[in-house]
């Protein structure tokens, strides 16, 4: 008996320890940025298709004043709330981040120290962006403004405080493969990279599984609202009749084919959607029509 | 600005209205009018737009004199006197879900609403001069008007169910 108990604490300890390993990170490899140069003209495309601005700046901010990354937007969830943090170019924000920090923040969720962020920063979604679009990002990123309000602590209760824990979640829910796995044309290519690697559509429009991972079985069929109030409507073709140019006028100007007008937090990604090329709406559309 | 102080007084008349002696039913009643009428006036902008959207869509054949006359519509709607559409106590956590989408921040002391209001007369002023002048104009006056609904509907409006 007493050896029996000495083996199955053995057999924790181990399980334990290979749990711990497995938790721990897994940044991208340190070359992942050599030689690329960030344009700033382009990153400000990849900016507002990444929608940063819906979640870092000051949730009051109106206009121009939305380039301020201040933080403070706060992400209702079932696991706490999470504040957004401060990452304009400054000391209070990521002014001293590489382009391989910022890379490794955005596709494996990982800080400059090698600690777990949280996935409320969308990088499952993230994971499969280009880095020269990272590099591009990060220069556009240098030219805001700098804030120096202080980033808020998130208000999270045990166990879900414990940053470690993320690293089991991030090897059951992080994968680089593509939803659409077929994007035949280089519009619908570019449509998938636009709502997969960046836009996080998914993030709002898909429900969720027991982990909080997205069920990408039922991928855009619609999902309760994290904050607790509502439903987020589903937007694949099976629910959503719109027309191709009906979904690319709604993310333009937030009309729907009924001239209802957006509202939510729906409101702020068209805010984003809004700045970028018409090619780029109209990919989105095509690669909406094109799901299953 | 006189439109804006319309809107404004809705926050001092809410006030009153809250205090008044009424007895709860003739209370509901304004509440479900007020609620009724202020959905039309939505419903009115919507239906204006709808015009002014199918022509900018290229659904509709661009006409410079039904276009500024869909904008005019809109732009007076805009500047109607709204005081008496959004009483206090006809929120959706009070009145319910299925009543009405207003959110009962619309009443809270930090409240904006006014200058969201404000934001449309604005807008819908900006796209009363450009309906009529050809079709890239009208165009390029839908997407600040679009923000400027958008932007009250996402503070104010509860988000679809």
């Known amino acids: 008996m007493r050896i029996l108990l000495k083996i199955i604490v053995v057999l924790g300890v181990v399980a334990a320890g290979a749990l711990w390993m497995l938790s721990g990170p897994n940044p991208l490899p340190k070359d992942t940025m050599a030689g690329l140069t960030g344009d700033a003209t382009r990153g400000e495309t990849v900016f507002w298709a990444g929608g940063c601005a819906s979640c870092h700046a000051d949730p009051k901010a109106e206009g121009e004043d939305k380039l301020v990354l201040s933080g403070g937007y706060r992400i209702e969830s079932p696991f706490g709330t999470f504040l957004a943090p401060n990452i304009s170019p400054g000391p209070a924000g990521i002014g001293d981040w590489s382009d391989l920090d910022l890379a490794n923040a955005l596709m494996h969720g990982l800080s400059p120290e090698g600690q777990h962020l949280y996935p409320a920063l969308p990088y499952t979604t993230y994971i499969h962006m280009q880095p020269q679009d990272v590099a591009d990002l990060k220069a556009y990123m240098d030219t805001l403004p700098v804030s120096d309000v202080a980033s808020l602590p998130h208000e999270l209760a045990f166990p879900f405080n414990i940053r470690r824990g993320l690293g089991l979640w991030k090897l059951v829910n992080l994968s680089e493969s593509w939803v659409m796995t077929q994007a035949n044309t280089p519009e619908l290519e570019r449509g998938r990279y636009l709502v997969e690697a960046l836009g996080h559509c998914a993030e709002c429009h898909t429900p969720r599984d027991v982990t909080g991972g997205l069920d990408r079985d039922k991928w855009m069929s619609g999902a309760p609202n994290p904050s607790g109030k509502g439903e987020i409507p589903a937007i694949d073709p099976a629910n959503l009749d719109w027309s191709a140019g009906d979904i690319a006028y709604y993310l333009e100007t937030g009309f729907t084919p009924d001239y209802d007008s957006a509202g939510g937090q729906m409101a702020k990604v068209i805010a984003g959607m809004a700045h970028l090329d018409s090619s780029d709406r109209d990919a989105i559309a095509a690669y909406l029509k094109a799901l299953p | ?161």
């Open chain 2, 1 to 161: 600005m006189k439109y804006g102080l319309g809107l404004i007084a809705v926050a001092a008349i809410t006030a009153v209205a809250g205090t008044a002696a009424i007895s709860d039913s003739n209370a509901d009643k304004a509440a479900l009018a007020a609620v009724k009428a202020r959905q039309s006036q939505m419903t009115l902008y919507a239906f204006n737009i709808g015009l002014l959207g199918g022509m900018a869509k290229g659904n509709v054949e661009y006409d410079a004199t039904a276009a500024s006359a869909a904008a005019a519509n809109l732009a007076s709607l805009s500047k109607l006197d709204q005081s008496r559409l959004w009483p206090q106590g006809s929120d959706n956590e009070t009145l319910g879900h299925d009543v009405t989408e207003a959110l009962p921040k619309i009443w809270a002391a930090d409240s904006d609403i006014a200058q969201k209001g404000m934001a449309l007369v604005e807008a819908a002023t900006a796209m009363e001069s450009a309906a009529g002048g050809g079709l890239d104009s009208l165009r390029g006056a839908m997407g600040p008007l679009g923000k400027s609904c958008g932007s009250c509907h996402e503070t104010y409006r509860q988000a679809k169910n």
